[in-house]
């Protein structure tokens, strides 16, 4: 098995419990799987596919995942097909005979399909010999994603009745895993129920203070790199998505009211790396499997802990470290409050309240937050420090609260023990607001009294005294806080107070960029992995399938790290199967030996290739890329941008955000001879100090469409060089 593993799919060994899974299902019992996304579940089906005599039917949901599947399995070697509504007549009759003659392994087919009769003649007239179900919670009415299609499988059970059955799903409640089990008719399944923790994922959960400003600099840390972004709105998506193309990055905003081809191709180019960024509603992600997405930001407050956990389930499918931020705020949980409130069904709304309770709690959390997750999915999770949350990561300290203890406590009491944590903080910072003046509490001795303090940092301080008991919440919905026996005696007696609060800030945003945050431990060398994604990128482009199904970041890595010279070393690679080896060890072995001599370098691949992480201490910052330094050549030797957008074959917006990359790198590079008129450019930039921000939009609005984006862009950039050389 481990030597078809090695040929076929690249891999030296077998992740958790697929070995297990595959031995049952080789020995013809029912399994069903239930494996967190990442986890492997493909080559549970795909593996025994290849060492049983005849087909493997695999019923699958969504015809692009279909498509993917189909094209990885190719790209290894392994003669698969599909059949679904997407294929034309001709290709399907054509895949229907391959079947046929036995010259298909595995065969991925739509479930609607399965209630024709003709296509169940098809299908009797092959050798099946196993059936798996992907995505196999899509016949539960008790999933999130019910597909009445899926009923249909009750019937390929009946007609295949000793045939095995393999059901895999990433959804792990009890409720889904027992209705799979009797609506599919498993027979004595063995059930196999992997950990749904994802170690390679960071969790973090801040103050929504300065929302676009953490976002960029998160984007920053994972420049290049595909990230999606969450929002409750479909307007804010495309607020979002403007404000970062704005700002030169590669967005688009994703969302069930835009056209059903637009948002066909904002997936295909997000698959292709052809844009980075997709600002999105939930609506997102469900039919990609991209496996290198590296940042996974909720911008705004999901509705439920299910929800937050399948879309950060979204990052770093390939196992490599990625970023899960969330931005909690008063304002969203007003929001949502306000949403629930309109529910008429009272049961359905009590199920709404609860829902936002647990993942308020979550946002809460002064413990880890893994932890929590992994307790919430039904899991028990002993430890204590997962090393990869802000909690866990980010070091509290003690400090004496007593002082500010008592003025939010006489606050309450002065307001009249009427009112939320809101409005309290409200009145402590001294806020004049309509609210606070009708009520006349602009006058109270206490108004203003903490006007010092962060607004977030008194909120979570109002929480705490919650949680110990000082104040009293009464009501739900909107809560009204009144100081408890133990406040007043707190107060009476002159007693001390000691709370936590995340140690200082700077020192804490250092440690999480040194402990993990956002950083890939890059012991591979940084510059040949960007040569390296180049090349797979050019591969990838020419053959019209996305990077990824090249070579995954995984196997550029360890090439980056080990730099093989020869076949042999290449073909231990974790990624590299026989087909692959065959197929591109002669490009890549190429540019790693050029990378090599020039720049005097000596191999890795003494040390011992399989037990060295990949990831280790980072030795290397990011440079820029060799698309973009290609860009930076072309424009040098003095060609507009439309020139260059043409002599490589990509959008104008990408090459201009190659130039804003590289200016804000501080890179060398001319563009007076992109510049407007001279008349303009003063006309440009006085608009940009008149508005006194950097972005485009208002500048644009303000001086309408005798000016492109372009225009606007270079001006920018020339007054950024000049401000970065101290003129400006
Ligand atoms: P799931 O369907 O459970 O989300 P996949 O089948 O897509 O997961 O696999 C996730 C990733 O893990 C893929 O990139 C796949 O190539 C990789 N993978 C699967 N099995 C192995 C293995 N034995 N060794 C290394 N990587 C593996
Ligand atoms: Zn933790």
Not at 199 to 224: E, F
Not at 274 to 287: H, K, L, W
Not at 487 to 512: C, D, M, S, Y
């Amino acid at each position: 098995m481990l030597d078809q593993l090695k040929a076929y799919f690249g891999f030296d060994r077998f992740l958790p419990l697929q070995e297990e899974i595959i031995t049952k299902v080789l020995a013809k019992l029912d399994t069903l799987v239930l494996m967190p996304t990442g986890g492997g579940k493909s080559l549970c089906y795909q593996l025994p596919a290849l060492r049983l005599p005849g087909i493997t039917l695999v019923v699958s949901p969504l015809i692009a995942l279909m498509k993917d599947q189909v094209d990885g399995l190719r790209a290894n070697g392994v003669p698969a097909g599909m059949l679904n509504s997407a294929i034309p007549a001709e290709e399907a009759s054509l895949v229907q005979d391959q079947a046929q003659q036995g010259s298909l392994k595995i065969l991925y087919v739509a479930p609607e399909r399965l209630a024709l009769p003709a296509f169940q003649r098809f299908l009797h007239s092959l050798e099946v010999s196993l059936i798996a179900i992907d995505e196999a919670h899509c016949i539960s009415e008790w999933g999130h994603d019910f597909r009445p299609d899926y009923r249909n499988l009750k019937a390929l059970r009946r007609e295949f009745p000793g045939v095995p059955v393999i059901a895999l799903t990433a959804t792990a409640t009890k409720q889904v895993r027992e209705d799979i089990v009797t609506q599919l008719g498993l027979q004595k399944p063995e059930i196999f129920i992997s950990s749904f923790n994802r170690p390679n994922l960071t969790y973090t959960i801040q103050p929504k203070t300065d929302p676009l400003g953490s976002l960029l600099h998160m984007l920053d840390k994972h420049r290049g790199e595909s990230a999606i972004i969450y929002r409750f709105s479909r307007k804010a998506t495309e607020e979002t998505a403007l404000e970062l193309s704005d700002r030169g990055y590669s967005a688009l905003p994703y969302h069930a009211g835009l056209d059903r081809e637009v948002r066909r191709e904002t997936q295909e180019r997000f698959i292709r790396d052809q844009v980075q960024i997709v600002v999105a509603t939930i609506a997102f992600g469900m039919g990609i499997d991209k496996p290198d997405v590296r940042l996974v930001v909720h911008y705004d407050l999901p509705k439920t802990v299910e929800g937050y956990y399948q879309e950060t389930g979204r990052a770093g499918r390939d196992g490599l470290p990625s970023d899960c931020v969330l931005f909690y705020s008063y304002g969203d949980r007003s929001k949502q409050e306000y949403f629930i409130g309109q529910i008429e069904d009272d049961d359905e709304r009590d199920k709404a309240h609860t829902k936002l309770d647990q993942i308020l709690a979550l946002c809460d959390l002064r413990t880890c937050r893994r932890a929590y997750l992994m307790e919430y999915l039904g899991e028990s999770w002993p430890e204590t420090d997962c090393g990869g949350c802000d909690i866990c990561l980010l070091p509290r300290e003690e400090f004496d609260a007593t002082e500010i203890a008592q003025k939010i406590l006489s606050t309450a009491i002065r307001t009249g023990e009427r009112f939320g944590a809101n409005y309290l903080v409200e009145v402590l910072r001294g806020a004049a607001i309509k609210a606070v003046r009708d009520r006349g509490h602009h006058e109270l001795s206490v108004f203003g009294i903490a006007r010092d303090v962060d607004s977030d940092e008194l909120k979570e301080m109002v929480r705490s005294m919650v949680s110990n008991g000082l104040l009293a919440q009464q009501g739900s919905g909107y809560p009204t806080l009144m100081v408890s026996q133990q406040g007043r005696k707190f107060l009476n007696n002159r007693e001390k107070l000691t709370l936590t609060r995340p140690k200082q800030v700077a020192a804490a945003q250092r440690a999480i960029s040194e402990q993990g945050i956002g950083i890939r431990d890059t012991a591979y060398d940084t510059k040949l992995f960007d040569e390296l994604a180049a090349l797979r990128l050019e591969i990838a482009t020419d053959r019209e399938v996305p990077a990824y199904q090249i070579f995954g970041n995984k196997a550029l890595q360890q090439m980056a790290f080990h730099m093989p010279q020869d076949e042999v070393a290449f073909s231990k690679i974790s990624g590299v199967g026989d087909v692959k080896l065959r197929e591109f060890s002669e490009p890549f072995l190429k540019v790693i030996t050029e990378y090599m001599q020039a720049n005097g370098l000596a191999s890795n691949v003494e040390q011992s290739p399989r037990r060295v992480p990949v990831t280790a201490p980072k030795k290397k910052v990011r440079g820029i890329s060799l698309s973009v330094r290609e860009t930076r050549d072309l424009v040098a030797q003095g060609l507009s941008l439309a020139e260059v957008a043409e002599q490589r074959g990509i959008g104008e917006t990408t090459i201009r955000s190659h130039l804003e990359q590289l200016v804000q790198e501080g890179g060398e590079i001319d563009l007076e001879h992109l510049m407007p008129s001279n008349a303009k450019r003063l006309k440009i930039e006085a608009a940009f100090q008149e508005m006194g921000e950097a972005r485009l939009t208002p500048v644009r609005e303000m001086l309408g469409d005798d000016y492109t984006w372009q225009e606007l862009a270079v001006v920018r950039m020339g007054m950024r060089q000049r401000q970065a050389e101290g003129v400006g």
